[in-house]
Nanobody, 124 residues
Framework: QVHLVESGGGLVLAGGSLRLSCAAS????????VGWFRQAPGKEREFVAA????????RSADSVKGRFTISRDNAGNTVYLQMTSLKPEDTAVYYC?????????????????WGQGTQVTVSS
């Protein structure tokens, strides 16, 4: 059974930083691309960032480019989202996801597995 478990969320002041982690089990991690999505209250879930299987190719949403970085540790079956210069509009539940494929993908319906999410709240 596949499990994706996010951690690292919390409350932070605007301009601050957080690093989210997602620990994966029950799947061949190196066969999966991974992504981060988020859902703010009253809004649809949206793409944040994704990484190829090796981590050599990534893509991110325009709203977070230059501020958020996705990375992965294949030896540790973990994917990270380093978030800097946080803004109140980054407040959301952040989800990690995995899909059996080679390239990072921005569409949530392309992903096979999802975590339960971790809350990030940015106060002004």
């Amino acid at each position: 059974q596949v499990h994706l478990v996010e951690s690292g969320g919390g409350l932070v002041l605007a301009g601050g930083s957080l690093r989210l982690s997602c620990a994966a089990s029950g799947l061949t991690f190196t066969s999966n691309t991974v992504g981060w999505f988020r859902q703010a209250p009253g809004k649809e879930r949206e793409f944040v960032a994704a990484s190829s299987r090796s981590g050599g190719s990534t893509r991110s949403a325009d709203s977070v480019k230059g501020r958020f970085t996705i990375s992965r540790d294949n030896a540790g079956n973990t994917v990270y989202l380093q978030m800097t210069s946080l803004k109140p509009e980054d407040t959301a539940v952040y989800y990690c996801a995995a899909r059996n494929g080679a390239r990072p993908h921005p569409e949530e319906n392309a992903y096979d597995y999802w975590g339960q999410g971790t809350q990030v709240t940015v106060s002004s």
